[in-house]
């Protein structure tokens, strides 16, 4: 009877132990997660973080676009202001890339248009209207053009 | 093992989640996103893009770019004729009045489109995962006949997924909140999306569900809430500078841009304010958009939309033969029911009912669907659950502030511990009371029981070091034990039930503790404000009866004058916290003064600790409102 007992307690704290163990390896694996996300989440608020400010870097160069070759003291400062920005922007690993010219490709642009191909190659970004950014190797929006058809 | 995933096969959008670690998790795609559009484009060059990629290029290829097949999946021909209507690209009647898609000649049923999408989703998992996926719960409209319904598991099966079940949406959104535990309740969900908006009425009893009743509009959703505002703040553009931008694309596609971000900023705040700096220009030059929305305008600007709620709403309680108050919860499902005008609306219809929300409303259904996949392929029915506590828990101290020593949701069991100290020179017990409740100040919250630790060896106040210890074992019940670190002295209580309120007990106490948030910040600083100005006293008059009467004469009068004063403001419970504060300083510069005349007049020997404070010193030493015994 005792060692009857002794057996079935024995069983049960190496169920237990077991569970116990499953529970650390649960929670261990748990953290990893947690931190590999952490540092994905940290990743993401940069990432949405950089595609607002590029709407205001938009509206500069909206202005920019507006004045042309102008200068004047307060057009410069304005001009220099934007020049900061870009490489801050730079810095921090977002770059903007060409797209006027090259083919159509939906993983970088964003179609808003089309227009007669007339002499340009069919299919291919004869405008942007909005430019296109990567941030390190990722899109981090596409370029929205217009496309020769 | 192979894992099984839950899908919400959308309209508009799509979603997968998956069981891991016994918890659902929303999959992002392999572009980062949680929602996947449910478009599908075929090119030129006879590529397929699914997805956002399908979206980008539709402008250039409307014809062959196919979304919503969801409207027309296991449908006849003869049925979709107003769908037809709405979509760019080509619908023709296949064999036996069947609906195909004709994509550059070649015809395409509804359901391998789905498939692409349903494909696109598995492998995207099948990545994030690092296993293979193949089973799969995908979810439908209450609403779809048998036609509809197999069409979606066909589209499963060409997708090359073994469909364990296809259930419907708003079951698996009562899934996501473990409803199916209730016995014998009604189940209201309310589903506005992006562009359709369903009502349905569930009764669920022994972890089955049964739809009593669906109605809704299939035209209806967040997307016409943008509209209004595209509308309105083009229209008043238009009078004041006479151009209209819904006739400049460039223009239009940034107006459409910044309504939906304002449309979304406006559930979390009053007023926003949409932006578009150089917009258009003309003969005068460039020409700025920038205009105030407040909440109440767009609440104004939308109200017939949230008005076009109420009719299907009451339908479906009409038809279930219910009223409102037969309702026993509510489910919010859909991005657009985030908008504050849309929860009113819900909680004035069902009576002022409470609606469930926590998940995530674009992903709750998919997360359901997760839920009945991870059961039905076996890997959720050995979870252990494990509870957390509803509220928080700790002891009263100093002054009447609850010191939380158990946070409220942390998964038991769980035990902590602080080490308090008394409040007064020569305490020898002290009274523990263990409570529970948000709120900062005791006796706005619940007492769960009382005990009293004696012996304590007589020493000044702050020097005494009890250690209080709560454990709340895996049944829900708490052992609080206090023990003095010097004599090993130890006294506890143990409370049962304390983590088995009633729901609406629990929510009416969190409640509580927000309504009251500001309130009792105050109370709790004026709290803090006494205790500062009790301590310093106490400091000051322990320094003075040190100095005898090495001290100034004039200092000591005016000390002792401030001493008295700030006894009798704690004594009234005085709420004159800038008295107070003011006080305190002028005691701590007093302080500063007697302990600069005491170096001076003593010998290095017998060096004084005038700097040690009671609160918050190097050894984390709480004062606590252990009261003096006897």
Not at chain 2, 247 to 276: F, N, V, Y
Request: charged share 30%; proline share 4%; glycine share 8%.
């Amino acid at each position: 009877m005792a060692e009857k007992t002794i057996e079935t307690l024995e069983q049960d704290l190496k169920t237990e132990h077991g569970l116990y163990l499953r529970a650390l390896a649960d929670f261990d694996n748990y953290r990893r997660r947690i931190d590999r996300e952490r540092s994905q989440f940290g990743t993401e608020a940069l990432r949405d973080f950089m595609s607002e400010l590029l709407d205001v870097v938009d509206d500069l160069e909206r202005f920019l676009d507006f004045v042309g070759k102008e200068t004047s003291p307060f057009i410069d400062g304005i001009r220099f202001v934007y020049q900061k920005l870009q490489s801050l922007l730079e810095r921090e690993g977002v770059r903007s890339f060409e797209s006027v010219g090259k083919p159509f490709d939906p993983s970088l642009h964003e179609a808003v248009a089309t227009v007669p191909a007339e002499g340009k190659t069919e299919g291919s970004v004869v405008q942007e209207a909005r430019r296109g950014y990567k941030f390190k190797d990722d899109v981090l929006r596409p370029a929205r053009v217009v496309v020769a058809r | 093992m192979a894992k099984a995933v839950g899908i919400d096969l959308g309209t508009t959008n799509s979603v997968v989640a998956v069981m891991e670690g016994g918890k659902p998790t929303v999959i992002p795609n392999a572009e980062g996103s949680r929602l996947t559009p449910s478009v599908v484009g075929f090119t030129r060059t006879g590529e397929r893009l699914v997805g956002q990629l399908a979206k980008r290029q539709a402008v250039l290829n409307p014809e062959n770019t196919i979304y919503s097949a969801k409207r027309f999946i296991g449908r006849r021909y003869s049925e979709v004729q107003e769908e037809i209507k709405n979509v760019p690209f080509k619908v023709v009647a296949g064999p036996n009045d069947a609906v195909r898609f004709d994509i550059m000649g070649k015809l395409y049923a509804p359901e391998e489109i789905s498939a692409l999408v349903l494909r696109k989703l598995a492998d995207d998992a099948t990545k994030y995962l690092g296993e293979k996926v193949n089973d799969a719960v995908i979810t439908v409209p209450a609403y779809f006949n048998d036609a509809q319904r197999q069409a979606t598991k066909d589209a499963g099966k060409i997708a090359g997924l073994n469909v364990l079940r296809i259930i419907n949406e708003p079951t698996a959104a009562s899934l996501a909140y473990g409803l199916d535990k209730k016995k014998n309740e009604t189940i209201l969900v309310f589903d506005l999306g992006g562009g359709t908006f369903d009502v349905s009425i569930l009764d669920v009893g022994d972890g089955v569900f049964e739809v009593k009743s669906t109605a809704g509009d299939t035209h209806l959703g967040g997307d016409d809430f943008d509209k209004r505002i595209v509308d309105w703040v083009a229209s008043e553009f238009q009078r004041e500078n006479g151009i209209d931008l819904r006739k400049d694309r460039q223009a239009l596609q940034r107006l459409i841009e910044a309504a939906e971000k304002a449309k979304i900023e406006l559930s979390g705040t009053m007023e926003t304010t949409i932006s578009l700096p150089f917009v258009t220009a003309d003969a005068t030059g460039p020409k700025h958009l920038e205009m105030r929305l407040t909440r109440a305008k767009f609440d104004h600007l939308t109200a017939e939309l949230v008005d076009r709620c109420v009719g299907p709403f009451k339908q479906a309680l009409g038809d279930a033969k219910l009223t409102e108050r037969d309702i026993d919860e509510v489910i919010l499902v859909g991005g657009a029911t985030r908008m504050p005008s849309v929860q009113t609306l819900v909680r004035r219809l069902t009576g002022g009912k409470e609606p469930n929300q926590s998940v995530n409303p674009d992903e709750v259904v998919a997360v359901g669907a997760a839920i009945q996949a991870g059961v039905l392929a076996g890997e959720v029915k050995d979870v252990v659950l494990l509870d957390v506590t509803p509220l928080s828990m700790g002891l009263e101290t100093l002054g009447g502030v609850m010191t939380k020593l158990i946070e409220r949701n942390t998964t038991i069991p769980v035990r902590r511990g602080e080490v308090f100290s008394t409040a007064d020179d020569n305490q020898t017990a002290v009274d523990v009371h263990v409570l529970q409740g948000e709120r900062p100040l005791a006796r706005d919250n619940r007492t769960l029981g009382h005990f009293r630790l004696e012996g304590i060896r007589m020493a000044p106040r702050g020097v005494p070091q009890i250690e209080v210890t709560f454990d709340i074992d895996a049944n829900g019940i708490l052992t609080a034990t206090a023990r003095d670190k010097d004599t090993g002295r130890e006294q506890k209580i143990t409370i049962t039930g304390s983590t088995q309120l009633a729901k609406e007990e629990i929510d009416r106490m969190v409640r509580d503790a927000d309504s009251h948030a500001d309130e009792d910040r105050r109370r709790k600083e004026e709290v803090e404000a006494r205790n500062n100005a009790d301590a310093m006293a106490h400091q000051v008059e322990k320094q003075l009866g040190e100095l005898g009467d090495r001290a100034p004469v004039n200092e000591r009068a005016r000390a002792e004058q401030m001493i008295s004063r700030v006894r009798e403001l704690v004594r009234t419970q005085s709420t004159d916290v800038n008295q107070l504060r003011q006080l305190t300083n002028d005691l701590q510069q007093i302080l500063y003064g007697l302990a600069a005349a005491a170096s001076q007049a003593q010998q290095p020997e017998t060096r004084t600790e005038t700097q040690k404070t009671g609160t918050g010193g190097p050894d984390d030493v709480i004062d606590a409102d252990f009261r003096k015994a006897g």
